[in-house]
């Protein structure tokens, strides 16, 4: 198997970009990667987006992307796996070229989820739950996330302001993030106040409805130094990839406080790299809301079963904690345009490793990991990514 | 690279399945498909499909099958490039098992486009086009292509009985096929009474609306002995693979009555496969409606511009002619449920080439070839398989 490498990135700001349509979008992350890279053309492009069909009337989203950025005569496809798209793409684009089947390949991942005139995003997000045995019965996506935050609390004794520090921290982080949806920092206070949106669920608990699009340029690792002469940054290795799934439905698993996909895609991806969890610089999680924060930490073997937030509570999650996660505003302040974060995270993840992080750099970042969920958990893809 | 083979096929019937929801027609195909391979468990699974978040308000739909099927802890990702997500799902599902990133791979086909309450199907399969410049002007999806199937008969002064051929030959194939949707046979009064849909497209000039699941298992080439021992039927190597877009509105092409794409992708598959056009015994190819398939033995260099329609005439495309096509009905007979069509693709020559097609057999076929074509020619995917 051939290894991976990303030379090139690119990203939209996060917003809500009413004046802007989705190929508007896509096409400054992926004009963008291509001029990082120094690129003028590519093998295939794959799109990781979750809702085009559903918002925006729009399927055959990557052939008009490519269109748009004037690639033609090349391979286009979508890939979904719903808030998890993106990784699934980023997968697939690192098999085209692991395979041999290409060697330039771009993926990007893209959302629109605003000026979606006469749809209800709402029932699009629940488009990631199980749509006979969840969504039928009303559950929104948020619902859902409420119940498993819910039953958490109760389980084990958690008052709710545990989970402030997650927002804190991503919030502190976006502030330096010139693409983050929300460039201000919160306190303890903005976080109790906040309203609720589904008990215990509130605004600052819960990731924003965003537009934005990442995108990032794939080559064979041992082709990079035709890419990579002169001025341009240099590379990152994608040295681990994984995916693995678990019952769409929240109700048909064994324990719903415990994300079996993540343990299983992060154990996968660690051995791939022959690493361990220590040897870990940082951790871009999905911080969809704030309880799948405290659940990928323990599901991922950094925390114990309930003591997550601990770690937030604790400072340890910071740009100088010892274990930085969010660093660049997460979901919750760079904002969590679904199909696209994906790919976000992986972009912000090769700012640290190529030291161009700016005021949230992570000292000496070497290795980061990179997780993506979708849906409350059905799918979790974990990449690990070495400078 | 490694080679991919083929070492199991499964298929549901394809028509108005009412009765059955999206994950239980999966079910029927992905099951008969393991069980044609002799296995119990995959590394992952790949499903190509459409409509999912435009009808059925189900996207995350590859997780949901997975897991409907028993199949834990695996990837699953949903693929998408209009009416060709079946054969983009075959090409991700080959790149994972040539990178060597899985060893056993299923990929679906899938679609459900009826008991879609509330939704509506003919703004559906418009999303194949440009939402923004064609769409958005009424133009529906048979209307596009009528708009190129009036052009064609006016540039070449063809009357509209030219393509009866097409239907006729399809439908006389479905009549074998236990999985057609239109087991009956037509002729040319048939032809020339159907009623008009969009000028000059009648009934009898396009595939219908339909539900249907198709399924293969891909393993590597050099593993397929472990796998085929027994009463194994054998297997079907991939021999070539590929993909290109065009500009994704008809009326951005230098010439809406040239398929460039499919030009592009069966010349680059060909080459793959070391053969020539001759060599084919057949081509699965995508009759969505009748002028698609006379551009689509123009473009891929068959017949000369303005004159596929002859083939027709001449009774060449039978299962006893030069070059067969539509040989287990075709998307007109079998019916066309789109995201699924291309995988019904790959199984009906995975059948001829394996000498499982019954009353439809073509003699001695060793090389197929087919075609799977998204939106109006924006995105074409060409696999030649090989017994």
Redesign the interface.
């Known amino acids: 198997?051939?290894s991976v490498s990303i030379i090139g990135i690119g990203q939209s700001p996060v917003g809500e970009l009413w004046d802007r349509?989705a190929?508007e979008i896509a096409y400054t992350a992926v004009t963008n990667a291509m001029e990082d890279a120094g690129i003028e053309d590519a093998d295939?492009l794959f799109v990781g987006n979750?809702?085009?069909?559903?918002l925006?009337?729009?399927?055959?989203?990557?052939?008009?992307v490519?269109?748009y950025c004037g690639?033609?005569?090349?391979?286009?496809?979508?890939?979904?796996?719903?808030c998890a798209s993106g990784a699934?793409a980023l997968?697939?684009g690192?098999?085209?070229v692991?395979?041999?089947?290409h060697d330039v390949v771009i993926v990007a991942g893209l959302e629109k989820m605003t000026d979606t005139v006469g749809k209800d995003t709402t029932?699009?997000l629940?488009?990631?739950?199980?749509?006979?045995y969840e969504?039928l019965h009303g559950v929104t996506f948020v619902g859902l996330n409420a119940l498993i935050m819910q039953r958490y609390m109760h389980e084990f004794d958690v008052p709710i302001d545990a989970f402030a520090g997650f927002s804190i921290n991503a919030h502190r982080n976006g502030v330096n993030n010139p693409n983050a949806m929300f460039q201000e920092a919160i306190d303890l206070k903005s976080y109790v106040n906040a309203p609720v949106i589904a008990t215990p669920i509130n605004m600052m608990d819960s990731s924003p409805v965003s537009d934005g699009s990442a995108a990032v340029v794939l080559v064979p690792t041992d082709r990079v130094k035709e890419f990579t002469t002169g001025h341009h940054w240099g590379s990152v290795q994608i040295l681990g990839?994984?995916?693995?799934?678990?019952?769409?439905a929240v109700h048909?698993r064994r324990d719903p406080l415990s994300l079996?996909?993540a343990q299983?895609s992060s154990e996968k991806a660690l051995r791939q790299a022959g690493l361990q969890r220590e040897d870990l610089d940082f951790f871009e999680l999905h911080d969809a809301f704030t309880i799948m924060s405290a659940l990928s930490l323990e599901s991922n073997g950094f925390a114990r079963r309930g003591e997550g937030w601990r770690m937030a509570q604790e400072e340890r999650i910071g740009i100088h904690g010892d274990l930085p996660i969010s660093t660049m505003g997460g979901l919750k302040s760079r904002g969590h345009p679904v199909g696209a974060t994906g790919i976000y995270q992986i972009v912000e993840a090769v700012q640290q490793l190529s030291g161009r992080a700016g005021a949230n750099q992570i000292p000496h970042a070497r290795i980061g990991m990179t997780q993506n969920i979708?849906?409350s958990g059905?799918?979790i893809i974990t990449h690990i990514l070495g400078a």
């Open positions: 198997m051939r349509s190929r295939a979750m809702l085009s069909g559903s925006i009337d729009q399927e055959h989203l990557a052939t008009l490519a269109g690639l033609y005569g090349i391979e286009a496809a979508k890939v979904e796996a719903a699934a997968r697939v690192a098999m085209a692991a395979s041999g089947f029932a699009g629940a488009t990631a739950a199980d749509a006979d969504a990839s994984a995916s693995a799934n678990d019952t769409l048909d079996l996909a299983i979708g849906g059905a799918t």
